[in-house]
């Protein structure tokens, strides 16, 4: 691969704004250039009036997920092709474990499932679904390979979920091998009451999942696996943060020196229980946590919490389902027609996320431009140890690069994505702005509306520890 040049544009990293000009050689960035240089290069980009980014990096992926009887609708192929079309140059997805399984083949399972597919560079968290001795000692292994975070469910007992005590014994392996616990925490033993006692009543539509999976629990939850971690000293990743209660917990947290950190999604900023209403057409809104009810102000909360760096990275959690039926893998959504608690859990969203949260932030005047930067690419990859070869434009990082046009449109919908997905949880929304360029490791993967990679440009990417750790 020869040199390349980003002539012209605005670098924006998480601390600076600078005209510069950027040449990469090799994959790598290896120099910042002031406007007057007589560097030649192969290949030159013309950034003039653009923004010059790190790639977006989204650490919650759900490619190929076995879930509620089906799989999520994207492969690592399909999956990571739309996330580069919308920005992101790398992802952490999760590699499963489930019960009476060894982690180290789901790991290996997981590999097998991306390697050569990849449009992007990619890593793996570990949803450790078992905890036992095996487990425990290949928590060390998965450490070594590169997988530094494992995933624990507080929700969905009898699939995913872990008992308090499995947490704990994770947790102090954890803390022990310097590995991160991410956590979904939703009070799953309760939750499963309240769906247990609306279905009897009658109440099957989408909008009940919503009603059921209540926001305090979400708060209970925060709360019991922030004082779990805490007796052990491990670092707590709170995954998809949707409710102003749990927010206050992870606050409580931080401002008491603790190593606990909080990612929430577009989805909770931008959409709401309004959206699970309109019969069996809500399903395309059901996740969990669920979109919450507007009118008690999580959005404005979280919004708050993404200022003042409460919380402190917005991730995706990708996990499409169908609503007619996917060409490999079947009947999805409708696997819930007549009981909520059998629609698929989840979303399409990888490839709307840095547009969406530039608009949102940066357009709507909430978040600054560098904060943007911050929130979407630079923290994400401190907080799963891949700074700073991922997550910002310095000499020496990967030309992991998007040339942002901020003056330029984007329109959602299902026609003109690329996940494969049969419909957009966005359509029709107008955003301002508009990713232009995207180069992952110094090739150029899109430009001028056409996707010039292929499967197998992205690499796996073994992660270090967190670097936010005190
Ligand atoms: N939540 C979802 O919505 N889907 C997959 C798993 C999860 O935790
Ligand atoms: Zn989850
Ligand atoms: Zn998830």
Same mark, same amino acid.
């Given at each position: 691969m020869?040199?390349t040049?980003?002539?012209g544009?605005?670098?924006?990293?998480a601390?600076e704004?600078?005209?510069?000009?950027?040449?990469?050689?090799?994959?790598k960035?290896?120099?910042? %250039?002031g406007?007057?240089?007589?560097?030649?290069?192969?290949?030159?980009?013309?950034?003039?009036g653009?923004?010059?980014?790190p790639?977006?990096i989204?650490?919650?992926?759900h490619?190929e997920l076995?879930?509620?009887?089906?799989?999520?609708?994207?492969?690592?192929?399909?999956?990571?092709?739309?996330a580069?079309?919308?920005?992101?140059?790398?992802?952490v997805?999760?590699?499963?474990?489930?019960?009476?399984?060894?982690?180290?083949?789901? #790991?290996?399972?997981?590999?097998?499932?991306?390697?050569?597919?990849?449009a992007?560079?990619?890593?793996?968290?570990?949803?450790?679904?078992?905890?036992?001795?095996?487990?425990?000692?290949?928590?060390?292994?998965?450490?070594?390979?590169g997988?530094?975070?494992?995933?624990?469910?507080?929700?969905?007992?009898?699939v995913?979920?872990?008992d308090?005590?499995?947490? %704990?014994?994770?947790?102090?392996?954890g803390?022990?091998?310097g590995?991160?616990i991410c956590?979904?925490?939703?009070?799953?033993?309760?939750i499963d009451?309240?769906?247990?006692?609306?279905?009897?009543?009658g109440?099957?539509?989408p909008?009940?999942h919503?009603?059921?999976?209540?926001?305090?629990?979400?708060?209970?939850?925060?709360?019991?696996?922030?004082?779990?971690a805490?007796?052990?000293?491990?670092p707590?990743?709170i995954v998809?943060?949707?409710?102003?209660?749990?927010?206050?917990?992870?606050?409580?947290?931080?401002?008491?020196?603790?190593?606990?950190f909080?990612?929430?999604?577009?989805?909770?900023?931008? %959409?709401?229980l309004?959206?699970?209403?309109?019969?069996?057409?809500?399903a395309?809104y059901v996740?969990?946590?669920?979109?919450?009810?507007e009118?008690?102000?999580?959005?404005?909360?979280?919004?708050?919490?993404?200022?003042?760096?409460d919380?402190? $990275?917005?991730?995706?959690?990708?996990?499409?389902?169908?609503m007619?039926d996917?060409p490999?893998?079947?009947t999805?959504k409708?696997?819930?027609?007549?009981?909520?608690?059998?629609?698929?859990?989840?979303?399409?969203?990888?490839?709307? /996320? #840095?547009g969406?949260?530039?608009?949102?932030?940066?357009?709507?005047?909430?978040?600054?431009?560098?904060?943007?930067v911050?929130?979407?690419?630079?923290?994400?990859? !401190?907080?799963?140890?891949?700074?700073p /070869?991922?997550?910002?434009?310095a000499i020496?990082?990967?030309?992991?690069i998007?040339?942002?046009d901020?003056n330029? !449109?984007?329109?959602?919908? $299902?026609?003109t994505?690329?996940?494969?997905?049969?419909?957009?949880a966005?359509e029709?929304?107008?955003?301002?702005?508009?990713?232009e360029?995207?180069?992952?490791?110094?090739?150029t993967?899109?430009?001028n509306?056409?996707?010039?990679g292929?499967?197998?440009?992205g690499?796996?990417? /073994?992660?270090g520890?967190?670097?936010?750790?005190?």
């Amino acid at each position: 691969m020869g040199k390349t040049l980003i002539k012209g544009g605005t670098v924006v990293t998480a601390t600076e704004i600078m005209e510069a000009d950027v040449l990469i050689d090799d994959g790598k960035v290896v120099a910042l %250039l002031g406007r007057e240089h007589s560097v030649d290069a192969d290949e030159q980009i013309d950034a003039t009036g653009k923004y010059v980014m790190p790639g977006g990096i989204d650490v919650h992926t759900h490619m190929e997920l076995p879930f509620g009887g089906t799989f999520a609708a994207d492969t690592f192929e399909t999956g990571t092709r739309a996330a580069a079309w919308g920005g992101t140059t790398a992802i952490v997805d999760f590699a499963v474990q489930t019960k009476g399984e060894s982690a180290m083949d789901g #790991f290996e399972a997981w590999m097998g499932k991306a390697e050569g597919n990849c449009a992007i560079d990619y890593g793996f968290h570990m949803i450790t679904g078992d905890i036992n001795e095996q487990t425990l000692k290949e928590m060390q292994m998965l450490v070594d390979e590169g997988v530094t975070s494992f995933k624990m469910f507080m929700a969905y007992p009898g699939v995913f979920y872990s008992d308090d005590g499995d947490i %704990l014994r994770a947790m102090q392996k954890g803390a022990e091998i310097g590995a991160t616990i991410c956590m979904h925490a939703e009070n799953g033993i309760a939750i499963d009451v309240l769906v247990e006692q609306a279905l009897q009543r009658g109440e099957t539509d989408p909008i009940y999942h919503g009603i059921v999976r209540k926001s305090v629990l979400e708060g209970e939850a925060t709360h019991r696996a922030i004082k779990l971690a805490e007796l052990t000293g491990v670092p707590l990743y709170i995954v998809h943060l949707s409710a102003r209660e749990a927010l206050d917990a992870v606050i409580q947290a931080r401002d008491e020196g603790k190593n606990v950190f909080a990612e929430t999604c577009p989805q909770y900023l931008f %959409l709401s229980l309004d959206n699970l209403g309109n019969g069996f057409d809500g399903a395309k809104y059901v996740c969990s946590p669920p979109l919450r009810d507007e009118s008690e102000g999580h959005q404005q909360r979280l919004w708050q919490g993404l200022q003042t760096n409460d919380l402190q $990275v917005v991730s995706t959690d990708h996990c499409p389902f169908c609503m007619g039926d996917h060409p490999q893998f079947g009947t999805q959504k409708q696997l819930g027609r007549d009981d909520f608690s059998k629609i698929p859990n989840g979303m399409p969203g990888v490839e709307n /996320r #840095f547009g969406l949260i530039y608009n949102g932030g940066v357009a709507e005047g909430r978040i600054s431009l560098n904060r943007f930067v911050e929130i979407i690419a630079t923290t994400p990859a !401190r907080m799963f140890g891949m700074y700073p /070869r991922k997550g910002t434009i310095a000499i020496g990082s990967d030309a992991d690069i998007v040339v942002f046009d901020p003056n330029g !449109r984007t329109t959602i919908s $299902v026609d003109t994505h690329h996940m494969a997905v049969d419909y957009s949880a966005y359509e029709g929304w107008e955003l301002q702005g508009k990713v232009e360029t995207v180069l992952s490791k110094g090739k150029t993967i899109v430009a001028n509306d056409e996707y010039l990679g292929s499967p197998g440009d992205g690499a796996y990417l /073994r992660r270090g520890e967190n670097q936010y750790k005190i």
